[in-house]
């Protein structure tokens, strides 16, 4: 991908993870530069997992015309657990949620149907402090698991659980699923792979099972695709915590069927605490942080390479766009 008229570099070489490429001239259309590039784009990202775009200029037309020169088909923004808002067309906050927030690594919407294949942002505003968009290599991270654990994992996939009910923090189940009924959740459901069920006046159960290892499409990597780590029971007492104590103690005395969100095995046994300590740390190894200019874009391949974001104290704003739904297996692939 040799520009005369950008610097380029990898902020991890002995990886090569995460290209970087520097605009020599400040201002340089984001989108005239990209557009006779697609493939090589796509090609960095099949190679370095995500790309950083800096000292370029875009509008955000421009920047969501970034993203269809990867893909020009959008993920429904239906389901989604993050909150978000739209800004402009298939551009969205990259989450609402508040600054002293910390976001693991995971990949975006790893317990969907039909994830996105990219993950665009944008930064518009950059904190003074903090606030930074961690991206961590997912083939990396693959290797360093235990066998015994992606086996498990390979053969049993992911189940995972929603329980909306008055009072829980979050979006509710109608922000979520924009339904109004048991039955439309329930046709909802047979499109998305998802089952709905209710208890009484209010509670919405929605499960779903996914498989937790995929192939990329492309390269033939295999990567450890889901958000156990993220939905699992133990790491939801710290996300509550975010929205009060009162939560954070809830979520603690909660049996495992009636948490707010929950990860299982697919056969429904629970996961241990220590497996999903060992996704956690292995996703931590892995994070890289460059702290945000404005005007910066990253692309990211959503299948080998995963994001977070760091807490922050100060203003910050950070876009998004999700591109190329992937279709997946409903049920986990055999091992």
């Given amino acids: 991908m040799y520009d005369p008229n950008c610097r380029f570099d990898i902020a991890r070489p002995e990886q090569s993870f995460l290209a970087i490429c520097e605009a020599r001239q400040r201002g340089t259309s984001a989108l005239d530069w990209a557009r006779p590039r697609s493939d090589e784009l796509r090609a960095a990202l099949h190679q370095y997992g995500a790309l950083l775009l800096r000292d370029f200029a875009s509008s955000l037309e421009e920047f969501s015309a970034i993203g269809d020169l990867l893909s020009p088909a959008t993920s429904s923004p239906l389901g989604q657990v993050s909150p978000r808002h739209q800004v402009s067309g298939s551009v969205y906050t990259a989450t609402d949620l508040g600054e002293n927030h910390a976001i693991r690594q995971h990949h975006e919407m790893a317990y969907d149907l039909h994830p996105p294949r990219y993950v665009l942002f944008t930064c518009r505003r950059a904190p ?18 235990s066998a015994a654990l992606v086996k498990r994992f390979a053969e049993r996939g992911v189940l995972y659980q929603r329980n909306f009910e008055p009072g829980c923090p979050g979006k509710s189940a109608r922000e979520t699923f924009h339904c109004d009924s048991l039955a439309e959740y329930e046709a909802y459901g047979a499109r998305a792979g998802i089952s709905f069920s209710s208890r009484g006046e209010g509670h919405v159960c929605a499960r779903q099972l996914r498989g937790a290892v995929a192939t990329h499409p492309d390269t033939g990597d295999r990567v450890f695709f889901n958000l156990a780590h993220i939905w699992h029971a133990t790491n939801m007492v710290t996300a509550a915590a975010h929205f ?30 220590e497996v999903i300590a060992e996704i956690q740390a292995r996703h931590a190894e892995q994070a890289v942080a460059v702290p945000w200019r404005e005007g910066d874009i990253l692309i990211i391949d959503n299948l080998l390479a995963s994001h977070g974001r760091r807490a922050f104290h100060s203003e910050r704003e950070v876009l998004a766009t999700i591109r190329g739904p992937w279709q997946r297996p409903y049920l986990p692939p055999q091992a």
């Fill in 244 to 273: 009060g104590q009162e939560y954070a103690d809830k979520v603690r005395r909660m049996a495992a069927e009636d948490q707010w969100y929950n990860a299982f095995y697919g056969d429904g046994t629970e996961i241990e605490d």
């Fill in 128 to 145: 003074r402090e903090g606030g930074e968009t961690p991206v961590g290599d997912a083939r990396a991270m693959f290797a360093k698991l």
